[in-house]
């Protein structure tokens, strides 16, 4: 998405989980998740395990939510 220029990124940066993965059981009954991908931005860069960082960077805090605000979708609308 960063790479369209219409486009503005609000928000907190994303998990960097990027890679489809599976599982599978040890011997001990254990799970071991391997990545099976390797998934990079137009420019090369890999941002697994490092996230995206948005255009506008804001995060909601824990008291927004409890008082039913959100300011993060509120700067999304204002720059509609």
Do not use: H
Request: aromatic letters at 8%; glycine letters at 10%; a negative charge.
């Amino acid at each position: 998405m960063q790479e369209l220029s219409n486009v503005t990124q609000v928000g907190d940066y994303t998990s960097g989980a990027f890679s489809d993965n599976i599982a599978r059981e040890l011997p001990n009954g254990w799970f071991c998740f391997m990545s099976i991908g390797d998934y990079r931005a137009s420019d090369g860069k890999s941002y697994e395990g490092i996230g995206v960082k948005p255009d506008v960077l804001m995060v909601n805090t824990k008291e927004d939510i409890l008082s039913g605000k959100d300011p993060v979708l509120e700067k999304a609308i204002t720059l509609l």
